[in-house]
């Protein structure tokens, strides 16, 4: 390793690019990262690595975002974006790749798209293949990896997949999943991605990279019904169009329209390994897709809050109504300034449950308590083990604690009968002369009915959880008037 060099990663607010910075940081590198939100990244990365601002499709922002960079990765993609993409990613790209060779850098390491070069490509796929023409136009020496489906908790593909087989029990197939691909594990594509650093000096390089298995997006399917325990029923039908497709993606997905004919479109081209160069020049091995399937949903619960496919879709309006979709968890969060000090905030978050009750809607939590011991549940007479303080592992009523890193983070996880996993979390942030409280409900329902069980309550979550955040304000404020006098 040459921990002297600076990296560069553009596109680190993406699915892979946020990845890629803890690899690189877990190898000492000297990593800036640039990125139109900075704010975006400030909680995801560590104080070594480096935040620019930056904007691809203003080259004028670009001149000291690559001042004394060595190697550049070029991670950015625009599929989310509305109107002529493919245009935007070609010009990004000419931006990029001009910026780079004015400012020296030695080395290009692009993530492409794989597909069958045999089969005319679809615009997503052109588009991508277009970026590695530009990059390598540029006179740069550019390593180009073209990759099929990403499995990992947060990707695209896997999220998909993973909404399709938790919400359909009968699924109506069109032909488009029986095409075949080679799926690629997460941690195999980061791998290929360090390693490129260390590729001895030469010319441009293409490598198609897939995992251990071939199977088509049904197998893939399957598999993962295997892994999880769902059996599903699949219907072929004949014809199905990639506009028809995307509708039906939209509505049972937590893929926007625009975004799954595009997808649609490029999973009608076959993406298997043809050349095994990248098992030649890389000592890696990468797994097939049933270990591929098991480390995303073993890994997901950390990653969750780390990075994910609809990060990078800035410019795609994401939908309010029932709770945000991240992949198959629904999330419900909002946030709350409030001119109390951290420690007054958390003091009151952290009193929460038993004696003291949730700051709203008590009457709400007995009867839910009431329906959970009617099923066999815990019920919400547990209470807690101190009206103060909470340590990891304690009871709240029908909850536990997870997580509690004072005076920042609440974190608790339900213990009533859900059809799902749930969660509640508190977070206390300094903002300006007080503190921004942020609580968020999260959701992981298992099946149709852990959707239909969310969705008919969301109303009541509405004010419960509203009420709630303005309970715990209300008293911080009088908790800490009564502090002054």
Known sequence: MNHNRTILIAGAT???????????????????????????????????????????????????????????????????????????????????AAAAKEAGVSRIIYLGALCDPAVPPSSHLRSRIQVGEILRASGIETIEFRSSIIIGSGSLSFELIRALMQRLPVMVTPRWVSVQAQPIAIEDVLSYLASALELPAGSHRSYEIGGADCMSYRDLMKEYGRVVGLHRIFIPVPVFTPWLSSLWLGLITPVFASIGRR??????????????????????????????????????????????????????????????????????????????????????????????????????????????????????????????????????????VEVIDSPRQLT?????????????????????????ICQTAEYDPVGLIGLVYWYSLYIVHQFVFDGMLKGIAQKALETDAYRDT
Request: charged share 25%.
């Open 412 to 436: 608790l996880a339900a213990e009533m009968r859900v059809p799902g996993r749930a969660w509640l979390q508190f977070e206390v942030e300094p903002d300006g002369d007080g503190v921004m």
């Open 263 to 400: 997808l649609i479109e490029s999973v009608t081209t076959p993406s298997v390994v043809l050349q095994k160069e990248a098992l030649q020049d890389f000592d890696i091995r990468p797994c097939g897709v049933h270990d591929a399937i098991v480390h995303a949903l073993r890994k997901e619960d950390q990653e969750f809050s780390e990075t994910h496919w609809a990060d990078a879709l800035s410019t795609v309006e994401k939908p309010g109504w029932g709770g945000v979709a991240f992949g198959n968890r629904l999330v419900d969060s909002r946030c709350l300034h409030v001119d109390v000090s951290p420690e007054v905030a958390f003091a009151v978050i952290q009193r929460i449950g038993g004696k003291t009750g949730w700051y709203y809607g008590d009457w709400l939590w007995f009867l839910r308590g009431l329906l959970d011991r009617a099923v066999g549940g815990v019920g919400i007479r547990r209470g807690r083990r101190d009206p103060e303080h909470l340590r990891l592992g304690d009871v709240v009523d029908c909850w536990r």
């Open 14 to 96: 993406g699915y892979v690019g946020g990845r890629l910075i803890r690899t690189l940081e877990a190898e000492q590198e000297q990593v800036r990262c640039l990125t139109r939100r900075p704010e975006a990244l400030h909680k995801r990365v560590t104080s070594s690595t480096e935040i620019v601002k930056g904007d691809l499709s203003d080259p004028a922002s670009l001149v000291q975002v690559f001042h004394g960079v060595d190697v550049a990765y070029y991670l950015v993609h625009s599929l989310g974006n509305k109107g002529d993409f493919e245009a935007e990613e070609a010009r990004t790209a000419q931006h990029f």
